[in-house]
């Protein structure tokens, strides 16, 4: 939750200075309200919270994204939550007006320094332009369901992707087909944006070029320690790579 909180702040506010970050009572708002849904982010911040205290907090949780023009997420990391309160979690969030929209998994692990990856299919270079990084925003619309101008509207133009980000495309026959960065987050290594085109899927491109920016990340920076949220679909590929999971999530939306 901490790593989530600090990473978003600096992309939240990388997308937009005036956007709405602020750590609230029990509350992180990571909100840049642009097209991007991973940009618009609120998450509870409680250790132990019950099941009354998750109620209120999911309910002004909902009342902050009501009040924005774009829709995102709420991330919520369950085992911060007290036994009562996990139990009733999903009806408690549809009191609130909030659906679950798909699951998660908090890892980490001391895996670093990794070997050089390679993979035969790929090269792989740094995203370092304009044009990479609409591919690499282009990706992750067609990885995750979004429209081509939601990824473009979270990425393009940044100058924080092209120059502090270990942002990385492997490259089929010169196509990008798969995209992974890690940034550096208070002493350790922070995977995010991790894609691959649907019609690239399963051939171990996603696994490649995430251990290639973790290695250029912690040659750069010279960190031991990474961690990553983990969707349905890469939940599978980071054990294979050295991380562990530590905490199941969930994301939820408001209820359409």
Known sequence: MEQLAVVWRAMVLDRDPDADVRD???????????????????????????????????????????????PGFLWLFEDLLDGEARAQLRAAAEKAGLAYAFPGTGM????????????????????????????????????????PEAGRDGLCGSALWKNEVHA???????????????VEAEGRLFVVLVATD?????RGYGEAVTRKALYEGARATGLTRATLHATAAGAPVYPRIGFKPNSPMGFYALKG
């Open 168 to 182: 990385y495309l492997g490259l089929r026959d010169g196509v990008p087909v798969t995209c992974a960065a890690t």
């Open 108 to 147: 980490a692990g001391d895996l670093l320094p990794v070997p050089e990856p390679s993979h035969p299919d790929l090269t792989f270079v740094r995203v370092t332009t304009d044009e990479q990084l609409v591919a690499y925003a282009d990706l992750n619309s067609r990885a995750y369901g979004f429209a």
């Open 24 to 70: 609230l009572p029990g509350i992180a708002v990571r909100w840049a309200d642009c097209r991007f849904p991973f940009w618009n982010c609120v998450t509870l911040t409680e250790v132990g919270a019950d099941s009354a205290l998750v109620g209120q907090r999911l309910s002004q949780a909902a009342d902050i994204m009501r009040s924005k023009k774009h």
């Open 198 to 202: 649907p019609d690239w899927e399963r």
